[in-house]
């Protein structure tokens, strides 16, 4: 298996840029920036859409960290904050449970 090369977003914004002003050429934008038609495709559709915003890579980030680029990523990503939250609580309350538990058991010992 190939490693694919990375890309910046300023080297995203320049290809899909180029992209466009060459007349949505998508094969001639892949060959010349050694990139695949379908991340040339898809980056110019997400541009068009989302605008330089919908470029970045968000791979790898938590949604509950991430800022928002449309309303339904925004419920998403509330959701992804409101999820951890009640994780968090749920660990609080089976700590304070097993803390209760050994104190009700030392209380029995004695």
């Known amino acids: 298996m190939s490693q694919t090369k990375k ?5 995203r914004i320049a290809i899909v ?7 949505y050429d998508y094969s001639g934008t892949a060959v010349k ?5 379908q991340n040339v495709y898809n980056w110019v559709k997400r ?21 928002s680029r449309t309303p339904e990523e925004e419920a998403k990503i509330r ?3 409101l999820e951890e939250k009640v994780k968090y609580q749920q660990m609080e309350i089976d700590l304070l449970k097993k803390v209760k538990e ?9």
Do not use: P
Request: glycine share 6%.
């Open 17 to 23: 840029l180029y992209c466009i002003a060459n007349n």
């Open 33 to 37: 920036y050694q990139v695949t038609y």
């Open 102 to 110: 050994l104190e009700r058991r030392d209380w029995q010992k004695k």
């Open 47 to 67: 541009y068009e859409k989302l605008g330089e915003a919908g470029l970045e890579d968000r791979r790898g980030h938590r949604k509950a960290n991430q800022e």
């Open 7 to 11: 890309f910046s977003l300023e080297e």
């Open 79 to 81: 959701i992804a904050q």
